[in-house]
């Protein structure tokens, strides 16, 4: 089946330093969402990337889409600690028409140091 | 507009017995799909419902069932509960693409 695998798994960084997430997918996706999860509550729906080589931005963040749709990254620029959570990835493999069968990474967790 | 809402919000079984979690999506949404997240992993799909039909069916044992009603809420059945179905059970809402707005989620314990 499907698997979406996404590093670091956890991420320490200073307020105001940078931060990325990758996420791989061991087959083509037709299209790959990001989702933030703040401690304690629920997935919340950031992005959608549909494209062959995609970039998308979001104030200080920045999504990519792989050429051959199978990876993706997530740049958040500065970060502040209003960014802590855990960044998912999930990628939707088509599974067939109205069908949104989605896989996500086991997330990566970010926290910002003060 | 309220959100998805999800009940019960917590709640504690023991091995063997049976639960019930429900769903109301978003006004409007006619896309219900439910996930089970366990403690530092990512959600994992379980079901997916459209216009009370199934669309989509994850890895998980026969023991878990769900339907779709005519008013686009949903539920979650579980049985013959094990340890290892303790986990928070998430359901999403969409209008009809892509964008699944989830709801609180129902913590479930099993011991």
């Known amino acids: 089946g499907q698997q979406v695998m996404q590093i670091p798994q956890y991420q320490h960084v200073q307020e105001g330093e940078d931060f990325t997430t990758y996420c791989n997918s061991s087959t083509t996706l037709s299209n790959i969402q990001w989702y933030k999860q703040r401690p304690g509550g629920h997935p919340v729906f950031l992005i959608q990337?549909?494209?062959?080589?995609e970039v998308k931005k979001q104030k200080r963040l920045t999504f990519q889409f792989g050429e051959a749709k199978k990876n993706s990254s997530l740049h958040i620029t500065a970060t502040q600690t209003t960014d802590v959570g855990t960044y998912f990835c999930a990628g939707d493999g088509d599974s067939g028409a109205g069908s949104y069968q989605l896989t996500f990474g086991k997330g990566t967790k970010l926290s910002v140091i003060p | 507009d309220a959100g998805v809402t999800q009940s019960p919000t917590h709640l504690i079984k023991t091995r063997g017995q049976q639960v019930t979690l429900r769903c109301s999506p978003i006004s409007g949404h006619k896309s219900v799909s439910w996930y089970q997240q366990v403690l530092g992993q990512g959600p994992q799909f379980i079901f997916q419902y459209y216009e009370k039909e199934e669309r989509g069916r994850g890895n998980f044992p026969d023991r878990f069932s769900a339907r779709q009603f005519p008013n686009y809420s949903s539920e979650l059945n579980v049985n013959a509960l094990l340890l290892g179905d303790s986990a928070l059970y998430l359901c999403?809402?969409?209008?009809?693409?892509?964008?699944?707005?989830f709801g609180p989620g129902t913590r479930l314990t099993v011991t």
């Open positions: 990337l549909v494209k062959s080589g």
């Open positions: 999403a809402s969409s209008l009809r693409t892509y964008e699944q707005y």
